[in-house]
């Protein structure tokens, strides 16, 4: 089982640079997560979906974009990369109604 | 807004010591409660969810435990091993809705040493 697959696991990107964060799951599960973690923080959540095409901000969703065409698919968009986005960011996936299951991330400087 | 913090921010114990990691939430509306842990450079691992009208759950060596009235809850390892090193994420789910996220606290980093 993959599990959940995120990809690239590191990148380096300039300032105004735009790149798309990958996630996958193969558990059929309908509910998804983005979250970023900055050093010494909790996590937290930029933007979650419920089910393919449809799709709600979190609690820091300013500067990203996302999209859900298919169930198993919710990649993550930088458009203009800053350097307050440099950070690890976790997918995760759940049934809704079971403990969620992430990634083991993707770390992002931005240089 | 529902706060989540853990104390101690990190812990330094001997092997085979026993021990308690500690969460509390502002809000004690809560639905669940889970902790999780996370290796160096790792994704995070879900250790053991407690629904608001349970008081325990136990996994092994791991036992949690959920006081929601006074909006603390408690992860015990017993006989701590060197391979319990890690960082122990505490997270509540603040509301009884399907695909609601979890508010996190930052963390207890544990070093068990031998």
């Known amino acids: 089982n993959a599990g959940v697959t995120q990809t690239p696991k590191f990148r380096i990107l300039k300032i105004g640079q735009s790149m798309t964060l990958q996630c996958a799951q193969d558990m059929n599960h309908n509910y998804m997560y983005w979250y970023r973690q900055d050093p010494g923080m909790g996590l937290k959540l930029i933007y979650y979906?419920?089910?393919?095409?449809?799709?709600d901000k979190g609690e820091v969703p300013n500067g990203y974009n996302v999209s859900r065409s298919t169930t198993e698919d919710f990649p993550l968009r930088l458009e203009l990369a800053a350097p307050s986005q440099t950070s690890v960011y976790f997918c995760?996936?759940?049934?809704?109604?079971?403990?969620?299951?992430f990634g083991d991330g993707t770390r992002l400087s931005i240089l | 807004k529902q706060e989540v913090t853990q104390i101690p921010a990190a812990l330094s114990v001997p092997e085979g010591e026993n021990l308690v990691l500690n969460c509390s939430f502002t809000d004690s509306a809560i639905y669940n409660l889970q902790w999780f842990r996370q290796d160096p450079g790792k994704g995070l691992t879900s250790l053991l969810l407690i629904q608001s009208s349970q008081r325990e759950q136990t996994s092994g060596r791991l036992n949690a435990s959920l006081d929601k009235s006074s909006g603390r809850s408690t992860l015990y390892i017993a006989a701590s091993q060197p391979g319990d090193s890690a960082t122990y994420l505490c997270?509540?789910?603040?509301?009884?809705?399907?695909?609601?996220?979890?508010?996190f606290g930052k963390g207890t980093t544990l070093s068990v040493s031998s």
């Open positions: 995760a996936s759940s049934t809704g109604w079971q403990p969620q299951h």
């Open positions: 997270a509540v789910k603040k509301e009884e809705r399907a695909g609601t996220a979890l508010i």
């Open positions: 979906s419920v089910g393919a095409g449809i799709t």
